[in-house]
């Protein structure tokens, strides 16, 4: 059963409910978020793309207009809601490209269930799993958000992921919106989650790396290792952008993940 609520419907899949907007038409495009944000982040470059796309952007479980009811939380599980996602939408096979959080979501889908893939793109992420010392910063920041609430991250976090006042603010009411539960689910997650680099060269449809000069969380130097090691990708640097190029540059961000989706559908 699908919900219209104003400009998202609320999908019933099997395991989870999930908010998601679709635009356009054409070859399928789903646009995962990273954390601790929602799909909203993706509107910059909507307009950009839904003339030549079919979009899909889901607000992961827990996240944004889903359900904040979350029991279980792991990058797999989030990999395959996805999974479900596509089925229910019956697309046999669909580009994905995630943002940060979503890019491990991403990495693990095209590692579980590479038959659905299309096309890899990573936003501003990496195939690392977190050193000892990030890990541990995150556990931290899971028990500073259990005390002392969503605001910890909320006032926080916007200023490193972006240098625009305007996105901080953004970034920041969408933070707010997180529930607690959640966002420590997540974290420990994050921190929990596999090293994806010994699949990369299984990898057989294109992989495209985009990252900021200015990302002050992601290093440019992750993106151009993990396409060493993938049978066909590339990188686009976008000097002027941080951890958030789809917001702060959306024409290079669609136009580069336009370029994946034509080189995975040979257009």
């Known amino acids: 059963m699908i919900h219209w609520e104003k400009e998202r419907k609320i999908m019933e899949l099997k395991t989870v409910d999930l908010a998601v907007e679709q635009h356009g038409e054409g070859i ?4 995962l978020h990273g954390f601790p944000l929602n799909r909203r982040i993706w509107h910059p470059i909507v307009p950009l793309l839904e003339k030549k796309s079919r979009l899909i952007l889901p607000d992961l479980r827990g996240f944004g207009e889903s359900p904040q009811e979350v029991e279980e939380f792991s990058m797999r599980l989030l990999a395959a809601d996805v999974l479900q996602l ?12 995630g943002h940060s959080m979503g890019g491990y979501v991403a990495l693990e889908f095209a590692h579980a269930y590479p038959h659905r893939l299309k096309g890899l793109a990573l936003v501003a992420s990496q ?4 050193s000892p010392e990030r890990r541990q910063a995150r556990l ?19 200023s ?5 006042a305007a996105i901080q603010t953004q970034l920041s009411q969408m933070i707010s919106a997180c529930s607690v539960p959640v966002v420590v ?9 596999r090293d994806a680099n010994p699949w990369l060269p299984e990898i057989q449809v294109p992989v495209l790396a985009i990252t900021g000069g200015e990302d002050q969380l992601v290093p440019v130097e992750k993106a151009y290792s993990l396409i060493k090691l ?3 990708g590339w990188v686009i640097e976008i000097p002027e952008a941080g951890h958030m190029p789809m917001m ?18 040979g257009c």
């Open 140 to 158: 931290i920041t899971a028990r500073e958000v259990r005390s002392r609430g969503i605001r910890y991250i909320a006032e926080g976090m916007p």
């Open 230 to 232: 993938v049978n066909k």
């Open 185 to 193: 689910a997540a974290l420990k997650a994050m921190a929990d989650r």
């Open 28 to 31: 399928p495009l789903v646009l």
């Open 248 to 265: 702060e540059s959306p024409q290079k961000t669609a136009d580069a993940l336009f370029q994946l989706v034509c080189a995975a559908n």
């Open 127 to 130: 195939a690392d799993a977190d």
């Open 160 to 164: 490193k992921l972006s240098a625009d």
């Open 86 to 97: 596509l089925d229910r939408l019956n697309i046999e096979k669909a580009v994905i490209a």
